[in-house]
């Protein structure tokens, strides 16, 4: 008996001590504050020109009558229609024609049909320019090619001069 009371006791004391952390307010969360983004005109494509751009997916409906569930012969479906996607949306790579795409506040041309404009005088003359280093650059290779395997020629003739001068050297020499 006096465990029981003893256990009581103790059971009432503690509920109010755990139940304080109940009572306590927390803090609100922090509000976040978000910006809705505002449209920038000339970043929309109007529907011609998405078209051009993005190939759209294809929805078919099919009507379904009522029928028995294959799974469950207790089953019965009622009729109803069943929507399948039978192509995906993807991107149009080869366009027939020019299309417009907008790039923020300027519009951009893209036609790959279209033949890549002449350079500019400036570029011209500036190839113009390497061209003629690069062949300055070829006409010296070949001089100095040339001059090595004279060079080279002359080194040998070298070589070969002194043998043959100690060989008559030596023949003299001996009586």
């Known amino acids: 008996m006096k465990t029981r009371s003893l ?3 103790l059971a009432v004391a503690c ?6 952390s109940l009572f306590k307010r927390k803090a609100p969360p922090p509000v976040i504050h978000t910006i809705a983004a505002s449209p920038v005109s000339g970043t929309e494509l109007d529907p011609a020109n998405t078209e051009k751009l993005r190939q759209s997916e294809t929805l078919r409906a099919y009507p379904v009558s009522r029928y028995v569930d294959p799974r469950d012969p207790n089953l019965m479906h009622e009729a109803h229609i069943v929507y399948r996607k039978e192509t995906p949306a993807a991107w149009n790579l080869a366009p027939h024609a020019p299309t417009v795409v ?3 506040p300027v519009m951009a041309l893209a036609d790959p049909a279209e033949k890549p404009q002449l350079l500019p005088a400036e570029v011209e003359q500036k190839m113009a320019a390497q061209n003629r280093l690069m062949a300055a650059l070829i006409e010296q290779n070949e001089t100095l090619t040339t001059e090595l395997s004279n060079l080279r020629k002359e080194v040998a003739q070298l070589r070969n001069k002194p043998a043959a001068t100690t060989e008559n050297t030596t023949t003299t020499k001996q009586p």
């Open 102 to 104: 907008p790039l923020g």
């Open 15 to 20: 509920i109010p001590l755990g139940g304080c």
């Open 7 to 9: 256990i009581l006791i």
